[in-house]
């Protein structure tokens, strides 16, 4: 069906998609983070293509039906699995505002809204995380394409330290290039030294016991030659940082590019209670943020700032006869990052930011910090329950401990009620396995989580734990 052949029902189907979206967010907070039939429901998409398509109703009928059902209700409050956020009003309106729009954000002429307001972004961002104001910026996918664009340029500063443009000749002929991290390094950052064949494997571990910087380890590790240090702000199980301003104090005093993965925990900036945990970001060379988790716009959106825009440049830029220079105050964002044809992310980032400006941000923030705080409190006090870990962000890592439990079926434990909580759904969340302890790690990230879901968590662990002993004990009797 040639959809220039039919009427145009462009109108009818976007009004169809909002009179369901009244019904969705209204039901959004009540309703079951996973229906219990979203697996079937995923399975009943297939078939071979159709030669003649269904029309533009049928197919958005289809997709709203099978879809919902299908769907995992993680931009809601009660969805504290991995960091997930959520999508504000402004973020989620200008998201489809976005669609209607259509822009390619490569550059001003494809789209002078689109470029201009990345900048916009850009620049509020920077002020939001209190980064030096000449720095420069680009939005990308998420916080992994925002490792690998700052580690790019990482690798261009690293090459021309030896004479060489690596964006033009390759690492052939140069040593290893020295890459220096704790062991709260995030695998999407391994995933980025891979991408540019700069090894994950080659990854100088400069740990102490509780996982982040050993400082006399990295001292002894740098030895003046060029290298990169990535320095993490918010560990992904547990929420801890990495001591950010002594390892970027030594790492320059000894010639190394000081990286910040800093996907959620750069957050921390926003709120004098917990800023200090992020202290010295503003000395680094690069760092970067996710807009899809704290900031809560829609996917998919994350940030890379550098001091120097020109490492960047120099492997981003794709110059043709037919594109168009940079100007200073038209930069061309497809020239800074990956992406060369680019959604125009910066709408919902824009929208989201003049919104609810610097104190809205602030409030979400400390919202999510006094719910990690008070479900830590609520573990601690609980004599069913451990805290693994203190919580000095928005991470609660923790675990099932009923008193009569031995230490020995407590993952297995543990893992059986993450399994019931994936199908139960009052509330989502995950394990992980961190110091070698198996325990929930529920993250805080969703700008509509209350206290209530957050209590709601240890109740849903509790109940389901409770269930799943009561269960097993008939056939320990037997036994
Ligand atoms: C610390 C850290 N860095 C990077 C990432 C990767 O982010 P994304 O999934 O947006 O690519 C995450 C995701 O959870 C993270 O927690």
Same mark, same amino acid.
């Given at each position: 069906?040639?959809?220039?052949?039919?009427?145009?029902?462009?109108?009818?189907?976007?009004?169809?998609?909002?009179?369901?979206?009244?019904?969705? $967010? *209204?039901? %959004?907070?009540? =309703? +079951?983070?996973? &229906?219990?039939?979203?697996?079937?429901?995923?399975? @009943?998409?297939?078939? /071979?293509?159709?030669?003649?398509?269904?029309?533009?109703?049928?197919?958005?009928?289809?997709?709203?039906?099978?879809?919902?059902?299908?769907?995992?209700?993680?931009?809601?409050?009660?969805?504290?699995?991995?960091?997930?956020?959520?999508?504000?009003?402004?973020?989620?309106?200008?998201?489809?505002?976005?669609?209607?729009?259509?822009?390619?954000?490569?550059?001003?002429?494809?789209?002078?809204?689109?470029?201009?307001?990345?900048?916009?972004?850009?620049?509020?961002?920077?002020?939001?995380?209190?980064?030096?104001?000449?720095?420069?910026?680009?939005?990308?996918?998420?916080?992994?394409?925002?490792?690998?664009?700052?580690?790019?340029?990482?690798?261009?500063?690293?090459?021309?330290?030896?004479?060489?443009?690596?964006?033009?000749?390759? $690492? *052939?002929? %140069?040593?290893? =290039? +020295?890459?220096? &991290?704790?062991?709260?390094?995030?695998?999407?950052? @391994?995933?980025?030294? /891979?991408?540019?064949?700069?090894?994950?494997?080659?990854?100088?571990?400069?740990?102490?016991?509780?996982?982040?910087?050993?400082?006399?380890?990295?001292?002894?590790?740098?030895?003046?030659?060029?290298?990169?240090?990535?320095?993490?702000?918010?560990?992904?199980?547990?929420?801890?940082?990495?001591?950010?301003?002594?390892?970027?104090?030594?790492?320059?005093?000894?010639?190394?590019?000081?990286?910040?993965?800093?996907?959620?925990?750069?957050?921390?900036?926003?709120?004098?209670?917990?800023?200090?945990?992020?202290?010295?970001?503003?000395?680094?060379?690069?760092?970067?943020?996710?807009?899809?988790?704290?900031?809560?716009?829609?996917?998919?959106?994350?940030?890379?700032?550098?001091?120097?825009?020109?490492?960047?440049?120099?492997?981003?830029? *794709?110059?043709?006869?037919?594109? +168009?220079?940079?100007?200073?105050?038209?930069?061309?964002?497809?020239?800074?990052?990956?992406?060369?044809?680019?959604?125009?992310?910066?709408?919902?980032?824009?929208?989201?930011?003049?919104?609810?400006?610097?104190?809205?941000?602030?409030?979400?923030?400390?919202?999510?910090?006094?719910?990690?705080?008070?479900?830590?409190?609520?573990?601690?006090?609980?004599?069913?329950?451990?805290?693994?870990?203190?919580?000095?962000?928005?991470?609660?890592?923790?675990?099932?401990?009923?008193?009569?439990?031995?230490?020995?079926?407590?993952?297995?434990?543990?893992?059986?009620?993450?399994?019931?909580?994936?199908?139960?759904?009052?509330?989502?969340?995950?394990?992980?396995?961190?110091?070698?302890?198996?325990?929930?790690?529920?993250?805080?990230?969703?700008?509509?989580?209350?206290?209530?879901?957050?209590?709601?968590?240890?109740?849903?662990?509790?109940?389901?734990?409770?269930?799943?002993?009561?269960?097993?004990?008939?056939?320990?009797?037997?036994?």
């Amino acid at each position: 069906m040639d959809p220039l052949a039919v009427p145009d029902e462009s109108l009818a189907a976007l009004d169809r998609v909002a009179a369901e979206a009244q019904s969705y $967010l *209204a039901e %959004l907070t009540g =309703a +079951p983070v996973r &229906s219990a039939t979203s697996d079937v429901a995923a399975e @009943r998409f297939g078939g /071979a293509l159709p030669d003649e398509g269904v029309g533009t109703m049928e197919a958005i009928e289809e997709l709203l039906r099978d879809g919902i059902e299908a769907h995992v209700r993680s931009g809601g409050p009660r969805f504290f699995h991995w960091v997930i956020g959520g999508s504000t009003p402004a973020a989620l309106a200008a998201d489809w505002v976005t669609s209607l729009l259509d822009q390619n954000a490569g550059g001003w002429d494809a789209t002078p809204l689109g470029t201009r307001l990345e900048k916009v972004s850009i620049d509020w961002l920077r002020e939001l995380f209190g980064l030096p104001e000449h720095w420069s910026g680009v939005l990308t996918t998420g916080a992994t394409t925002a490792n690998f664009t700052a580690l790019a340029a990482a690798r261009q500063w690293w090459g021309e330290q030896h004479g060489a443009d690596v964006s033009e000749e390759g $690492l *052939a002929g %140069l040593p290893q =290039a +020295p890459i220096l &991290s704790s062991g709260f390094i995030h695998v999407s950052a @391994r995933k980025a030294l /891979a991408m540019l064949g700069l090894g994950r494997g080659r990854l100088i571990d400069c740990s102490g016991a509780d996982g982040s910087f050993d400082l006399r380890r990295l001292e002894q590790a740098l030895d003046g030659r060029p290298a990169i240090v990535i320095a993490n702000a918010g560990e992904v199980n547990a929420g801890h940082f990495d001591p950010i301003r002594e390892v970027a104090e030594i790492a320059r005093a000894n010639n190394a590019w000081v990286h910040v993965d800093g996907a959620f925990g750069l957050f921390a900036r926003i709120s004098p209670r917990v800023a200090q945990l992020a202290d010295g970001v503003e000395l680094a060379d690069s760092v970067i943020s996710d807009g899809h988790k704290w900031l809560n716009v829609p996917y998919d959106c994350g940030f890379a700032f550098v001091r120097d825009p020109a490492y960047l440049g120099a492997t981003f830029t *794709a110059a043709a006869a037919y594109l +168009p220079e940079p100007e200073d105050e038209r930069p061309i964002f497809g020239f800074m990052g990956p992406e060369l044809s680019r959604r125009a992310r910066s709408l919902a980032v824009w929208a989201t930011l003049r919104a609810y400006g610097r104190d809205g941000y602030r409030a979400i923030v400390e919202r999510c910090l006094d719910n990690a705080a008070h479900l830590a409190r609520l573990v601690e006090e609980a004599n069913d329950a451990e805290l693994l870990l203190p919580a000095p962000l928005n991470i609660v890592f923790f675990r099932y401990r009923p008193p009569d439990a031995s230490e020995d079926e407590l993952d297995d434990l543990n893992l059986r009620i993450e399994q019931d909580i994936l199908r139960d759904g009052r509330v989502y969340l995950g394990t992980t396995r961190w110091n070698g302890v198996l325990g929930f790690r529920p993250a805080f990230v969703n700008w509509r989580s209350t206290k209530e879901d957050a209590e709601l968590v240890l109740e849903t662990v509790r109940d389901l734990g409770q269930r799943l002993r009561l269960r097993s004990r008939p056939q320990d009797v037997r036994a």
